[in-house]
């Protein structure tokens, strides 16, 4: 970018970053964007509020639309049954069999809340999901994980279900010090791990790219130089077409977390390995 007059490029650079900084915007933007300021102490934040926002919404949807359910359905009936149809047949009967049905309500609740809170990350007023923290997607990895070690020991009694968990069939016994440890990982470390750490990561690096395509492009807009201010537009394009392509993640990644939750249930429910 050519320098304004004696100024050298670098020098400009902070030029166009204090201007940015002059219309309000944080400057230069860092990790602590996505921790927000306590509103009521370190247990009240805008996370918290907006956790609870969802909360609210989802049950302000489902009472409103199941208030007096009709046999021809109304919109917000059709919308809600419609919700439930597709996490009931592609993600519980599809992972679980008929044992899925009876756990459809939660994950139907659990898929709402997850699309909810990553719909928030391009909500104006907002525009930062939940999720983009580790800390909720470590919460609902945490229920989950609870859930279906639960779900196992319970129908199968602790000793047999580790057994069932741990020892793989049909393999000669020397392999199992080299299985048993893989298994264990596996099964009680790596799959919560990775619950959280992809919704978190797939949150966090889709609410960074639209950060960089709309700082940048007020960066640009702030040049004198008139080529990067009229290049400004296409960062603003893409930040526009990046938030629509968020749009495709935050509904993906809810239907994957809920996906491998009923996979994780339906495995310790298993009477094999």
């Not at 009521?40 to 805008?46: I, L, M, Q």
């Not at 279906?148 to 000669?172: A, C, D, E, F, W």
């Not at 298994?183 to 639209?210: D, Y």
């Amino acid at each position: 970018m050519p320098a304004r007059a004696g100024l050298s490029s670098a020098e400009d650079d902070t030029v166009s970053g204090q201007l940015v900084a002059a219309e309000g915007l944080p400057w230069p933007p860092s990790v602590g964007d996505f921790y927000p300021p306590d509103l009521a102490g370190p247990w009240v934040t805008k996370f918290t509020l907006m956790i609870w926002l969802a909360v609210g919404l989802l049950i302000i949807f489902f009472m409103a639309t199941y208030r007096n359910p009709k046999l021809v359905p109304s919109k917000g009936q059709w919308m809600a049954e419609s919700v439930y149809g597709l996490v009931r047949d592609n993600i519980a009967r599809e992972q679980m069999g008929k044992d899925g049905i009876r756990f459809a309500p939660y994950f139907t609740v659990l898929f709402c809340f997850i699309v909810v809170t990553n719909l928030f990350g391009i909500t104006p007023g907002l525009q930062i999901s939940p999720n983009s923290h580790i800390a909720l997607p470590i919460v609902l990895a945490v229920v989950s994980y609870v859930m279906y070690l639960y779900i196992g020991v319970r129908k199968h009694g602790l000793g047999p279900y580790l057994k069932q968990s741990l020892i793989l069939p049909g393999v000669p016994w020397p392999m199992h010090f080299l299985l048993i440890p893989i298994e264990f990982l596996q099964t009680f470390i790596v799959r919560p791990v990775t619950l959280a750490v992809r919704l978190f990561a797939n949150m966090f690096a889709g609410h960074l790219i639209l950060l960089v395509f709309t700082v940048g492009g007020f960066v640009m807009l702030a040049s004198d130089n008139l080529f990067i201010q009229v290049s400004s537009i296409a960062a603003f394009v893409m930040a526009i077409v990046m938030a629509f392509f968020e749009v495709l993640v935050a509904l993906l990644q809810a239907y994957v977390f809920v996906t491998l939750t009923a996979n994780y249930i339906g495995s310790s429910l298993a009477d094999e390995h």
